[in-house]
T-cell receptor
Framework: SQQGEEDPQALSIQEGENATMNCSYK?????LQWYRQNSGRGLVHLIL?????REKHSGRLRVTLDTSKKSSSLLITASRAADTASYFC???????????FGQGTELSVKP | DTEVTQTPKHLVMGMTNKKSLKCEQH?????MYWYKQKAKKPPELMFV???????INESVPSRFSPECPNSSLLNLHLHALQPEDSALYLC??????????????FGEGSWLTVV
């Protein structure tokens, strides 16, 4: 069974607004990684947050991790039309090397 | 340079054909992966190689046969596939298998259609 669930499944916003996506998982993890996937393309790695970290930033991205609630969020600030894509969270369990993906959030940013 | 290169980008094959998907990375990574992604679904792990040895096989049917000829290359040999095997096949690599800081990088994928 899938480790992660994401919500919302789809999100539509205007350019310049912030977008927040949430991810929940079920078991203990080594790390949690966020990826972006444009339609029909491969996965682009966005950010990795270790299980002992609570928050990380990268440019317009902010990721939080709450291991007590087994949840993470990805915030994209000042969104652009080019941010339109599917976003996946993926957890790596203690077994190592096996990423289990959430169902993904489809983000649409309207110009 | 965080690049994983996959060829071909698109492949159409008949159910009796034998074909191969290829993946290459020059980042010195010692772990390589194959994932399968159906339309509108998340990727699912198929195989993991660590130091050129098969480490994880997620109960994948034998019509998919992975091969790691050296630390930079990973192949997926395909034989007697079914139409339901049509999907995007993603190759990935990371410095090591596992670890708290183990960033996994993906290629652009190979679109496979079985007719």
């Amino acid at each position: 069974s899938q480790q992660g669930e994401e919500d919302p499944q789809a999100l539509s916003i205007q350019e310049g607004e912030n977008a927040t996506m949430n991810c929940s998982y079920k078991t203990s993890i080594n790390n949690l990684q966020w990826y972006r996937q444009n339609s029909g393309r491969g996965l682009v790695h966005l950010i990795l947050i270790r299980s002992n970290e609570r928050e990380k930033h990268s440019g317009r991205l902010r990721v939080t991790l709450d291991t007590s609630k087994k949840s993470s969020s990805l915030l994209i600030t000042a969104s652009r039309a080019a941010d339109t894509a599917s976003y996946f969270c993926a957890t790596e369990k203690n077994q190592g090397g096996k990423l289990i993906f959430g169902q993904g959030t489809e983000l649409s940013v309207k110009p | 340079d965080t690049e994983v290169t996959q060829t071909p980008k698109h492949l159409v094959m008949g159910m009796t054909n034998k074909k191969s998907l290829k993946c290459e990375q020059h980042m010195g990574h010692r772990a390589m992966y194959w994932y399968k992604q159906k339309a509108k679904k998340p990727p699912e792990l198929m195989f993991v190689y660590s130091y050129e040895k098969l480490s994880i096989n997620e109960s994948v049917p034998s019509r998919f046969s992975p091969e790691c000829p050296n630390s930079s290359l990973l192949n997926l040999h395909l034989h007697a596939l079914q139409p339901e095997d049509s999907a995007l096949y993603l190759c990935a690599s990371s410095q090591e298998q596992g670890g708290s800081g183990n960033t996994i990088y993906f290629g652009e994928g190979s679109w496979l259609t079985v007719v």
